[in-house]
């Protein structure tokens, strides 16, 4: 059975050298993407707001936005109020459409468990699609030892899923769609 700890987080700043240093000695959790329905800045704003709402202190974001290609990446730091630490690190690539890459550090395998399932289930709220909860399996890193541990795994973010059809038009529609967009049918 695996401990869920659920951090409380307070602010901490630090720069990043330091947050480089920081994250080389703690276990991480990495969630990788396809490409997401979701227009790519205001994917990297929710994902952004959502770490600095769970009282993450933001380092200074790169942002690179052209007519046809956006890139944002930002880190963050906190240390939980027991004086755990923990780091998180979000990169959104895309214009229309986005790829969305998560990480999550912390001191403790139950703290970055239940710290890495905050972090999804928020962006989860915010982007009102489901993303989340699947079993799978996720790779931590201690120093060079790798350890993969199939019960923090939720997410499903891009993962291949059966594709659903307007069966009045045969127009694809999305897993959580109630009308069809193209003829306005009602979808089961």
Known sequence: MVSIV????????IDEPSWRSVVNTLIS???????LEIPAENLFDIATRVLKDMNMYMIEPEITSTPRLFTGVARFYAEGVSGLKY???VEVVGKSRSRLILRAWAEKEDALTGFYHKMLEEIEKRTDIKLFVDEGS????ISTTNITDSLIQRSTIGSESEVRKCPACGKEVKDNAKFCEECGERLD
């Not at 659920?6 to 700043?13: A, I």
């Not at 959790?29 to 490409?35: F, G, R, T, W």
């Open 6 to 13: 659920c951090p409380v987080l307070r602010v901490r700043q």
């Open 29 to 35: 959790a990495e969630e990788d993407s396809k490409d």
């Open 87 to 89: 780091a998180s690190y």
């Open 138 to 141: 996720a790779q931590y890193n």
